[in-house]
């Protein structure tokens, strides 16, 4: 059985995953640090994870989730809404 990963890894390659960013995220970011590609993948990958994986374990912010997409540089660009 493949990994989270190797799963995310082949949707993303053959263009399943979603190519727009949604206005809820957008409009939450700091317009002064633009995404870069690989940002809006991790975007990208936690949406489908959050709406779309079949095997997702519920709460969906568990450890490994919050490891692989919100470590490092998006620290610095996700704000709170004032």
Known sequence: ???LKEELDALSKYGVLKTEM?????ANLNPAFPLRDYQEEAF???IFYV????ERIKPA????VK????EG????VLLPKA
Not at 22 to 26: K, L, Q
Not at 61 to 64: C, G, P
Request: hydrophobic share 30%.
């Open 51 to 54: 709406t779309g994986y079949q």
């Open 44 to 46: 990208f990958r936690f």
């Open 22 to 26: 949604p206005e809820v995220i957008t």
């Open 1 to 3: 059985m493949p990994i």
């Open 67 to 70: 490891k692989q997409e919100f």
């Open 61 to 64: 912010y568990n450890e490994q």
């Open 73 to 76: 540089e998006f620290q610095r």
